[in-house]
Each structure stands twice: as structure tokens, then as C-alpha cells.
């Protein structure tokens, strides 16, 4: 499969800002509240989910990437959305901070608690659908996760429990989001996700991750320009 439009979805800008300037990107775009930088024939597109004026910080979370993902997709048609970002991982797995991995299977919600009877369980858990990613990993040296999104930076037991459950790699905020849209408009969808922090530690969430911040963005960079390269080649002789 080659795609002719790549649409790169990401959070913050000072994840986005190593990829923004390696494909030399320009701002050609604002759909409030979702900023657009793109190369000359938009084959590649970066939509950031944009700032919150009441606070003056970038939006983040699945209710932006959600936005982000319908906004996109009716203006750019893009072939396959690439969700780039930053996420929690867990040491007993054998991660280590600045891995990057690539979805797996499906995406899910490990914070929607529906306990109702007729499918809303499964349905808040949400099993979203990515491209397989089998042959991309082993060609890009790619670990393959099956990550989780929640909207809160932190953990409680419940969604932990969700998440040893369904065996999760990566605890995020915005994939599950990106992917129900993408679902829905029958858009294919992959995310890659470079490891900040551990969630199966006591530790401060959020010092480290702003510690490794700029590390894992640089390691997120790297794997997510030879990943677009290998999706707008035509790899069809290939996998
Ligand atoms: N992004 C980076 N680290 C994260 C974490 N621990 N949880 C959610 N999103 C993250």
C-alpha cells in the first residue's frame, strides 16, 4: 500500500516541533482549534490539536484528539492518520525510556467504566481498529505495543486493572480517540508513541516526563520520518 496523503496528528508542540522542522513544514492552516503545517503538495500533513486560550497551554487529551481527527479528515481526506506523541510505559515489560512503539491490533480506553448490560462495557473499552503493523515493525526496528488511552495523566487502580487485563504496552491520551474517527470514516490509522515515563513505578508522572520530554520527542522524530517514508513508498512487491 502507498498512501498519497499522510496526515500526522499530534498533541503538544514541543513534541511535534523535531518533525515540523526536519520535513521543513510550513503553518498553512488554522481550524480553530486545530493549527495545520504541511509540505508544498500537502502529501504530508501535521495537525496539531491547537491551544487552550483559557489557559494559555496546548490541548491535549481524546476529547482534542477526537477534534482534531474530524477536522482532518474533512479537510484533507488523508489516505492513512498517523498519530505521533509522547507515553507512559511500564518497566516490567522490558521498556526503556525513549522506546518508540508501534500500535498493534487495536486501541482501547482504559478509563470509560460503563457496567452496563448490552455491550456498553466493551463498547467504553472501545477496541478500535490500526493497520497491521507486523512487517512495519520488524522493518523499522519498532517495538509493537498494544497501547491505552485515558484521559488522565495519572493512574488509578481500576484503570490499571483494565489495563493488565488486556496485557497493555502504553498508557496515552489521545490514540482511542483518533482511532474511533478514523473507524468511522473508514480511514486506515497506526500511532507511534515514544516512552516518557513508567506508570508501574512510584514515581512523579509528570517530572519525569518533563525530564525525558525533549529525549523521547528527538527518538519519536526519528522513527516517525522513516515511517512516513516507508508508508508513502510503494512497499506492495514488498509485504
Ligand atoms: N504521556 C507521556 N506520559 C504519559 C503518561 N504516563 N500517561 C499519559 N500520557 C502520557
Redesign the pocket.
Known amino acids: 500500500m502507498q498512501y498519497k496523503r499522510i496526515a500526522i496528528l499530534m498533541a503538544m508542540e514541543q513534541e511535534a516541533l523535531p518533525i515540523i522542522e526536519y520535513y521543513k513544514l510550513k503553518k498553512t492552516a488554522f481550524f480553530n482549534p486545530v493549527v495545520i503545517y504541511s509540505n508544498k503538495d500537502e502529501s504530508i500533513v501535521l495537525s496539531l490539536n491547537g491551544k487552550s486560550t483559557e489557559f494559555g497551554i496546548d490541548n ?1 487529551g481524546s476529547q482534542a484528539g477526537t477534534l482534531n481527527a474530524y477536522i482532518t479528515i474533512q479537510n484533507y481526506s488523508p489516505d492513512i492518520i498517523v498519530n505521533c ?5 511500564f518497566s516490567n515489560k522490558d521498556t526503556e525510556i525513549g522506546d518508540v512503539f508501534i500500535s498493534n491490533s487495536r486501541i482501547i480506553y482504559h478509563d470509560r467504566r460503563i457496567s452496563l448490560p448490552g455491550g456498553y462495557t466493551e463498547y467504553g473499552i472501545g477496541f478500535y481498529k490500526t493497520i497491521n503493523s507486523d512487517f512495519i515493525a520488524k522493518k523499522l526496528q519498532l517495538k509493537q505495543g498494544l497501547i491505552s488511552t ?1 484521559d ?4 488509578n487502580e481500576y484503570d490499571l486493572k483494565v489495563m493488565q487485563e488486556n496485557n497493555v504496552d502504553v ?3 489521545e490514540a482511542a480517540g483518533i482511532a474511533w474517527v478514523c473507524q468511522l470514516y473508514n480511514i486506515d490509522f497506526t500511532a507511534l ?1 515514544a ?5 508501574d513505578k512510584p514515581h512523579k ?1 509528570g517530572e ?2 518533563l525530564k525525558n ?1 525533549n529525549y ?1 520527542s528527538k527518538r519519536l522524530k526519528n522513527k516517525a520520518v522513516e515511517l512516513i517514508d516507508y508508508l508513502s513508498t510503494d512497499n506492495s512487491s514488498a509485504a
Open positions: 491535549i506523541g509522547t507515553a507512559g510505559g485515558g488522565a495523566f495519572d493512574l498508557k496515552e491520551m508513541k516512552i516518557t515515563d513508567f506508570v508522572t519525569d516526563f520530554l523521547a
